[in-house]
């Protein structure tokens, strides 16, 4: 469910030029500078082709790549029902596959030799760990196989447990045990019990807090910690503490606009639709006056969110100049599906039974082909 990206900014076990490089392409990653990032990146495993950090950052930049031109890396991606049975999702590029799994493989096996050499080093333990977990992630979210990543899921909490057993002031490590044991509260009783005896943790408070106590702990993963809380926060309805990650995301890295998207949607899943329309607005100048690659369905996306707010606060005929711009963007289909929903409610809100069934009808179609089921149920409930 969660993509941590583990993006680490540089450990012990690189040299200085490599570690200032992989903090580097860190920020740069974050900042959405992808291209820039990757390059350096590049440049750190150079430096050190014996730094497990470099290459998991080499890894998780290949993956980015793959998400954005997928276009989920959005909150709305994972803010489902926690599911267990494996996806359908397209393959990815097997040269950006082949360079992800060239990289984090690299750096498993340099995680495993430190571990070895230093078995009571709980930093050797925590980047083992962070390279099995970033395999576990990529399996879910890019290949869809969730069972194919138990294996390696239980690896990493196995080696972020050690290194709290090691030193428990390491709260960074808690993100990794912290998210398997919100997902595992998250699950039905029966693949519950499963995930129990396969040796993982539960609950749902104590995972939120310790990738909390990660969120504020100055570690290398503290952004991706951030991250997690923002889904999780929304997750939850916990919308101000979701805000709060957010306003320190965008003071972090103001060149990335969708920290301006995902702060609208916050906005307007509380209720405050007065509130996303002002900050969508202002991230749709920055999204205009970026000239950077957009992420796939991005434009369709920003259209949608802000019609949506607009429509919440009845201004009808901006809403409705939005959600029609939105359907004529580059768009992923539940975002497509969502938009004519918002329609069949404007068109309900004027007695237009007969519209608004056609956009409802359109709206389940294309939710329920993009794993959008919730959307697709309360449009077939409106339909009747």
Same mark, same amino acid.
């Given at each position: 469910m969660?993509?941590?990206?583990?993006?680490? @900014?540089?450990?012990a076990?690189?040299n200085?030029?490599?570690?200032?490089?992989?903090?580097k392409?860190?920020?740069?990653?974050?900042?959405?500078?992808?291209?820039?990032?990757?390059? @350096?990146?590049?440049?750190?495993?150079?430096?050190?082709? +014996?730094?497990?950090?470099?290459l998991?950052?080499l890894?998780?930049?290949?993956?980015l790549?793959?998400?954005f031109?997928?276009?989920?890396?959005?909150? !709305?991606?994972y803010i489902?029902?926690?599911g267990?049975?494996? &996806?359908?999702?397209?393959?990815?590029?097997?040269?950006?596959?082949?360079?992800?799994? !060239?990289?984090?493989?690299?750096?498993?096996?340099?995680?495993?030799?430190?571990v070895?050499?230093?078995?009571?080093?709980?930093?050797? *333990?925590?980047?083992?760990?962070?390279?099995?977990?970033?395999?576990?992630?990529?399996?879910?979210?890019v290949?869809?196989?969730?069972?194919?990543?138990?294996?390696?899921?239980?690896?990493?909490? !196995?080696? *972020?447990?050690?290194? &709290?057993?090691?030193?428990?002031?390491?709260a960074?490590?808690?993100?990794?045990v912290g998210?398997?044991r919100?997902?595992?509260?998250?699950?039905?009783?029966?693949v519950?019990?499963?995930?129990y005896?396969?040796?993982?943790?539960g609950?749902?408070e104590?995972g939120?807090q310790?990738?909390?106590a990660?969120?504020?702990?100055?570690?290398?993963?503290?952004? !991706?910690a951030?991250?997690?809380?923002?889904?999780?926060?929304?997750?939850e309805?916990?919308? +101000?503490?979701?805000?709060?990650q957010?306003?320190?995301?965008?003071d972090k890295?103001?060149?990335?606009?969708?920290?301006?998207?995902?702060?609208?949607?916050?906005?307007?899943r509380?209720?405050?639709a007065?509130?996303?329309?002002r900050?969508?607005?202002?991230?749709?100048?920055?999204?205009?006056?970026d000239?950077?690659?957009?992420?796939?369905?991005?434009?369709?996306?920003?259209?949608?969110?802000?019609?949506?707010?607009?429509?919440?606060?009845?201004?009808?005929? @901006?809403?409705?100049a939005?959600?029609?711009d939105a359907?004529? &963007?580059?768009?992923?289909?539940?975002?497509?599906?969502?938009?004519?929903?918002?329609?069949?409610?404007?068109?309900?809100?004027?007695?237009?039974?007969a519209?608004?069934?056609?956009?409802?009808?359109q709206a389940?179609?294309?939710?329920?082909?993009?794993?959008?089921?919730?959307?697709a149920?309360?449009a077939? *409930?409106?339909i009747?």
């Amino acid at each position: 469910m969660l993509a941590c990206l583990t993006a680490a @900014e540089g450990t012990a076990f690189g040299n200085p030029q490599s570690h200032a490089l992989s903090a580097k392409a860190a920020f740069d990653i974050y900042n959405l500078d992808r291209e820039q990032g990757l390059a @350096e990146y590049r440049q750190a495993v150079a430096a050190d082709p +014996d730094d497990a950090s470099a290459l998991r950052g080499l890894a998780s930049a290949f993956w980015l790549s793959i998400t954005f031109h997928r276009g989920n890396m959005t909150v !709305d991606d994972y803010i489902g029902k926690v599911g267990h049975s494996d &996806l359908k999702l397209p393959p990815p590029p097997a040269d950006v596959a082949a360079a992800f799994k !060239d990289a984090v493989d690299r750096a498993i096996v340099l995680g495993r030799k430190h571990v070895d050499a230093r078995p009571k080093d709980p930093e050797a *333990h925590f980047q083992l760990g962070s390279a099995i977990g970033l395999r576990a992630s990529y399996i879910v979210t890019v290949e869809g196989g969730l069972f194919a990543a138990v294996k390696a899921a239980r690896g990493a909490y !196995d080696e *972020h447990e050690k290194v &709290l057993d090691l030193d428990p002031t390491r709260a960074d490590a808690g993100l990794v045990v912290g998210t398997y044991r919100y997902v595992v509260s998250a699950l039905s009783l029966p693949v519950r019990f499963f995930a129990y005896v396969y040796g993982f943790g539960g609950g749902k408070e104590k995972g939120l807090q310790m990738i909390n106590a990660a969120a504020e702990y100055p570690g290398g993963n503290q952004t !991706d910690a951030r991250l997690a809380m923002v889904l999780l926060d929304n997750r939850e309805g916990r919308f +101000d503490a979701a805000l709060y990650q957010l306003s320190k995301l965008r003071d972090k890295y103001p060149k990335n606009r969708i920290l301006w998207l995902e702060t609208g949607s916050t906005y307007l899943r509380a209720g405050r639709a007065a509130d996303a329309d002002r900050v969508l607005t202002e991230g749709l100048s920055r999204f205009a006056a970026d000239t950077r690659e957009k992420m796939f369905g991005e434009p369709a996306l920003w259209m949608y969110k802000r019609g949506a707010a607009r429509a919440a606060l009845g201004r009808i005929a @901006e809403a409705e100049a939005d959600l029609r711009d939105a359907l004529t &963007l580059e768009g992923r289909p539940w975002v497509y599906g969502r938009t004519h929903f918002e329609l069949g409610k404007l068109a309900l809100a004027k007695n237009d039974r007969a519209g608004a069934n056609a956009e409802f009808k359109q709206a389940v179609e294309l939710c329920a082909s993009d794993n959008d089921a919730a959307s697709a149920d309360e449009a077939k *409930h409106l339909i009747k």
